[in-house]
């Protein structure tokens, strides 16, 4: 059987336990899972596109899973998927008002390249509240983000918004 594999695009800024969930889950679908960052400067990231892939490393790492890679990419998802030789994209669906901008993205993807899947996936439900913008402004407050991100991603969240706070 040819060896199946996936794209889970994203900011990842920074990388949740949601986003784990996610990946856990397409890990076992696919013989080999690609979670690609993108720099996305228009989104105006908090982290460097360099930070967001040393926190997924440092927050996959203890889980074992060797079918997963990460890596970065600025092109055309599409693009970067075929040069891949993907077969698919893995997005995570939350609740409706995910639904029409990952419908109309889905769409215009599969318009643009018709051999590309993508393939959504529900998180657990206690994740479907979750977003690294959501955790971001708890951080900000100095709540407690323990149960949201992996201690590497509350230590480097703690860092970068401790040094601005300072600024
Ligand atoms: P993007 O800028 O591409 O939306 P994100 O890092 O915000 O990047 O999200 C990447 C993917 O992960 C999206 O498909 C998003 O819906 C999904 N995602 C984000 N947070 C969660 C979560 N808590 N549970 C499941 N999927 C999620």
Redesign the pocket.
């Given at each position: 059987m040819k060896e199946k594999t996936a794209i889970?695009?994203?900011?990842?800024?920074p990388?949740?336990?949601?986003?784990i969930?996610?990946i856990q889950r397409a890990a076992k679908i696919f013989h080999r899972l690609i979670v690609a960052v993108?720099h996305?400067p228009g989104?105006e990231p908090l982290f460097s596109v360099e930070e967001r892939v040393d926190m997924i490393r440092q927050s996959l790492s203890p889980l074992g899973l060797k079918n997963v890679e990460v890596e970065t990419f600025s092109s055309l998802l599409i693009a970067y998927a075929k040069s891949k030789g993907a077969t698919a994209i893995?997005?995570?669906?939350?609740a409706v008002s995910?639904f029409e901008?990952?419908f109309q993205m889905a769409l215009m993807n599969r318009k643009l390249e018709d051999s590309v899947e993508t393939l959504?996936?529900?998180?657990?439900e206690q994740?479907?509240?979750?977003?690294?913008?959501i955790v971001k402004e708890i951080a900000y407050y100095g709540g407690d983000i323990e149960c949201l991100v992996t201690p590497p991603v509350a230590r480097m969240l703690r860092e970068k918004l401790g040094a601005r706070n300072r600024e």
């Open positions: 889970y695009p994203g900011t990842f800024d990388i949740t336990r949601g986003h969930d996610i993108a996305n989104k893995v997005r995570g669906l939350r995910d901008y990952e959504f996936l529900m998180p657990s994740y479907t509240y979750l977003s690294s913008r």
